[in-house]
């Protein structure tokens, strides 16, 4: 029996999501004829018009399941069905982890009588929050004698032991099997903890989140792939629910995803999958791209073979792959690989950041045509790339640009606001905390700009300087030293009187001044008679009062104050929780206390949503590191590779977890050599090259500096591209002018 689903094989920008689509369309708009005998024994009723049996038989129902692998796919993916389709069809659009969780908190009744869970309704946990609860769970077993052996600090041992229960659960095993795999995948090693330990320890964790009613990653895979996907009554529903499935990208999808498409095509389904050769960009974070290869034996494969249009690909990966391979080949590269070399990181950043500033006030390449590339992006690098684009008005944007919340001026000064109203968190504040809060919360109102142009000249450096203050900071300084009154339980501030040169501050300063201790003192009466329902609530009124108050605020600030209240409120909501399980004696503000130690910690929160702007994409140079460039399934006419001669290229960007290769299903707790990394990092390093020539159309600059930031020499794998490229920028030799386009 010929198979209605399709596998779709291809390279990066071959055509694979296109193909998906066009699929797609084609059953739901079949002229294929199905004879009337064959519909009326299937439904006793006279069959009309030219649709596909699968859409026919179950028409009323919501038929499609789409997939892709992250989330920005998700929403490009679903917008192009939809519109392909007219909308006629009804399609959800997921992430296979976002649909796990959906499918979870349906069916969680199901669940509370197979597994004899208390009957309470289910939270997601954010990881910042699932690692704060761990360590305070492990914290009596992990002594230093635990924390010697493993040879990190608790932080990161407590996210690598959570990490093994997450890559446990992608690759479809139980937590109680963790222990065994481990076991057989270490062998003899004793560098690190007694796998019996580590999954004793997950298996306390996992039952005390689910005693709770809460749930993260790892556990709601496990409980989807464990418990619902093996349920009858669960397996009907699904079936009568989805028709058809679409998933692109394959190669990123965790193991147990392949269960669910088999369950679907066992019961009837068609599906559609793209699948990527020379992707699998979450190799090492749970995806597993040779077992879901497994389902084209289930489907007629569809191989396409045409490079991408407009790509160097055909032009340069042989020879690149030639050279990384056999660095001893004598070869040259094309005139279409550039290369920029320095001494010195910085004079690297300086002058790569120059000739693309050169580039594009010469218009031979617009900003949105320009990609800067990095294994890695340190702080350093990032502003000083940034600051000198931006002082030639030039914009940048940072994609999925993870830095901690408390990096942001605007969230340290609601810290310390919440820290002198609040009685008990005297501590928490200094005096440059308090000059800090008061230069940001007296922010001058600006018009907003009509101009497009200037809205795209926005960036987030750009934006912070563009703010103006009513009390700078040798103001906030003076009234901090003067005013401030230190003290554990009820710092104060004092009226700016106190100060005897007061007349100094100004009569802009001291307005605003009075303004800021006039509502901080209202906040602190309304807090003693109860008055202000929860932290939150002040955050949003401090939010209301000094930075909104009726102006448009940039989108980084915007995202960073959004990510703050979605962070508070879900805080909140797990103390709620584990107070109503196990009330505690604590005094009344130790929340506040954690909240703002936990962001102190720099923890990395959760992305809001939406996690970008709404309207057309901007107008700037795409700054990234290697894993979320290929993530992000973007393509550009420039490439300038950065820190080519580093070794974090054979990484692929992007840190393995702990413990991933002896998940995978291929070769489930087999022991990782170091011939297994060495070929895993080769493997690697050419779907790279690969991958990002196939989305570069015109240039590729590799910038290489002799020197790393640390002072150390680059010798990465990269280094003989650098070697055989015959246009070279350097700092000793003229600068290269290419003539205009």
């Known amino acids: 029996m010929v198979s209605h689903s399709v596998w779709i094989v291809g390279t990066s920008r071959s055509g694979k999501t296109a193909?998906?689509?066009?699929?797609?369309?084609?059953?739901?708009?079949?002229?294929?004829?199905?004879?009337?005998?064959?519909?009326?024994?299937?439904?006793?009723?006279?069959?009309?018009?030219?649709v596909p049996e699968f859409l026919y038989l179950k028409q009323t129902e919501p038929g499609v399941l789409v997939l892709a692998a992250n989330d920005d796919n998700r929403r490009e993916l679903g917008d192009i069905i939809v519109t392909?389709?007219?909308?006629?069809?009804?399609?959800?659009?997921?992430?296979?982890?976002?649909?796990?969780?959906?499918?979870?908190?349906?069916?969680?009744?199901?669940?509370?009588?197979?597994?004899?869970?208390?009957?309470?309704?289910?939270?997601?946990?954010?990881?910042?929050?699932?690692?704060?609860?761990?360590?305070?769970?492990?914290?009596?077993?992990?002594?230093?004698?635990?924390?010697?052996?493993?040879?990190?600090?608790?932080?990161?041992?407590?996210?690598?032991?959570?990490?093994?229960?997450?890559?446990?659960?992608?690759?479809?095993?139980?937590?109680?099997?963790?222990?065994?795999?481990?076991?057989?995948?270490?062998?003899?090693?004793?560098?690190?903890?007694?796998?019996?330990?580590?999954?004793?320890?997950?298996?306390?964790?996992?039952?005390?989140?689910?005693?709770?009613?809460?749930?993260?990653?790892?556990?709601?895979?496990?409980?989807?792939?464990?418990?619902?996907?093996?349920?009858?009554?669960?397996?009907?529903?699904?079936?009568?629910?989805?028709?058809?499935?679409?998933?692109?990208?394959?190669?990123?999808?965790?193991?147990?995803?392949?269960?669910?498409?088999?369950?679907?095509?066992?019961?009837?389904?068609?599906?559609a999958f793209s699948y990527n050769p020379d992707g699998a960009v979450r190799l090492g974070l749970g995806a597993d791209p040779n077992y879901l290869e497994g389902l084209a034996e289930r489907c007629r494969v569809e191989i396409l073979n045409g490079p991408p249009p407009e790509s160097l690909s055909e032009q340069l990966t042989k020879q690149m792959v030639e050279l990384v391979t056999e660095p001893m080949v004598m070869l040259s590269l094309p005139k279409t690989v550039y290369s920029i070399q320095t001494t010195s990181r910085a004079q690297l950043l300086r002058q790569t950041a120059e000739e693309i500033a050169n580039a594009i006030q010469s218009q031979q390449v617009q900003p949105e045509e320009v990609a800067i590339i990095a294994p890695g992006l340190d702080a350093i690098a990032r502003y000083t790339l940034v600051e000198i684009l931006v002082k030639q008005n030039i914009p940048v944007e940072s994609l999925n640009d993870q830095?901690?919340?408390?990096?942001?001026?605007?969230?340290?000064?609601l810290l310390t606001m919440l820290a002198l109203v609040y009685p008990g968190l005297g501590r928490l504040v200094d005096r440059d905390a308090v000059a800090e809060m008061l230069v940001v919360l007296s922010r001058k109102q600006q018009p907003p700009e009509n101009s497009t142009d200037a809205m795209n000249r926005v960036s987030t450096t750009d934006a912070m300087n563009r703010v103006s203050t009513n009390i700078d900071p040798v103001r906030a300084g003076l009234i901090a030293d003067y005013c401030f009154v230190p003290h554990p339980d009820r710092p104060n501030l004092l009226p700016v009187s106190t100060f005897e040169r007061w007349d100094r501050i100004g009569y802009a300063a001291t307005t605003a001044y009075n303004g800021i201790l006039e509502w901080l003192e209202q906040?602190?009466?309304?807090?003693?008679?109860?008055?202000?329902?929860?932290?939150?609530?002040?955050?949003?009124?401090?939010?209301?009062?000094?930075?909104?108050?009726?102006?448009?605020?940039?989108?980084?600030?915007?995202?960073?104050?959004?990510?703050?209240?979605?962070?508070?409120?879900?805080?909140?909501?797990?103390?709620?929780?584990?107070?109503?399980?196990?009330?505690?004696?604590?005094?009344?503000?130790?929340?506040?206390?954690?909240?703002?130690?936990?962001?102190?910690?720099?923890?990395?929160?959760?992305?809001?949503y939406p996690v970008r702007p709404i309207g057309g994409a901007r107008k700037a140079v795409t700054l990234a590191t290697i894993f979320q460039y290929r993530s992000s399934r973007r393509s550009h006419r420039w490439h300038f590779w950065l820190d080519a001669g580093s070794p974090l290229w054979a990484k692929g960007g992007a840190a393995t977890l702990f413990g991933a290769p002896f998940f995978l299903r291929d070769r489930l707790g087999e022991p990782w050599t170091a011939e297994d990394e060495k070929l895993a990092e080769e493997q690697r390093l050419q779907r790279i090259l690969t991958d990002l020539l196939s989305r570069v159309s015109e240039r590729v600059y590799l910038c290489h500096s002799d020197l790393a930031v640390n002072g150390q020499e680059q010798l990465g794998p990269l280094l003989p591209l650098v070697n055989a490229c015959v246009t070279v920028i350097s700092e000793s030799t003229e600068k290269f002018r290419s003539p205009t386009s």
């Not at 399609?91 to 959906?102: E, H």
């Not at 009957?119 to 929050?129: D, H, K």
């Not at 997950?202 to 749930?215: A, I, K, M, P, T």
């Not at 830095?403 to 000064?413: D, E, T």
Request: neutral net charge; hydrophobic residues 40%; charged residues 25%.
């Open 84 to 271: 392909s389709t007219l909308g006629k069809y009804p399609v959800r659009a997921k992430t296979p982890l976002g649909f796990f969780q959906d499918e979870v908190i349906l069916f969680w009744p199901l669940l509370i009588n197979s597994l004899n869970l208390k009957a309470q309704f289910p939270v997601r946990l954010r990881p910042e929050t699932e690692q704060e609860l761990a360590t305070k769970l492990w914290r009596p077993q992990l002594d230093e004698e635990i924390l010697r052996i493993a040879g990190v600090n608790e932080s990161r041992l407590v996210r690598r032991i959570l990490d093994l229960l997450q890559l446990a659960a992608y690759s479809g095993m139980p937590c109680e099997d963790i222990a065994q795999i481990l076991a057989k995948g270490l062998g003899e090693n004793t560098t690190t903890l007694e796998p019996e330990f580590l999954a004793s320890l997950l298996l306390d964790w996992r039952n005390w989140c689910l005693e709770r009613g809460l749930l993260t990653y790892g556990i709601i895979t496990e409980l989807y792939s464990q418990h619902l996907l093996s349920d009858r009554n669960y397996q009907q529903h699904l079936t009568k629910r989805y028709q058809a499935v679409l998933a692109d990208d394959v190669d990123d999808y965790p193991s147990v995803a392949r269960l669910l498409f088999e369950l679907l095509l066992d019961r009837g389904a068609v599906g």
């Open 523 to 608: 906040q602190r009466s309304q807090q003693e008679l109860r008055l202000i329902p929860s932290p939150i609530s002040l955050l949003d009124r401090a939010i209301q009062r000094f930075l909104w108050n009726g102006s448009n605020l940039p989108y980084e600030q915007l995202a960073a104050l959004r990510e703050l209240l979605e962070t508070a409120q879900h805080y909140w909501e797990i103390d709620t929780r584990l107070r109503q399980i196990a009330p505690v004696e604590t005094t009344p503000h130790t929340t506040i206390i954690e909240f703002i130690q936990l962001l102190r910690r720099g923890t990395i929160t959760a992305n809001p």
């Open 19 to 50: 193909r998906l689509v066009e699929q797609f369309c084609n059953w739901v708009t079949s002229e294929k004829q199905y004879t009337e005998s064959f519909y009326t024994k299937k439904t006793g009723r006279k069959k009309t018009g030219h």
């Open 403 to 413: 830095r901690p919340l408390i990096s942001s001026p605007v969230i340290r000064a």
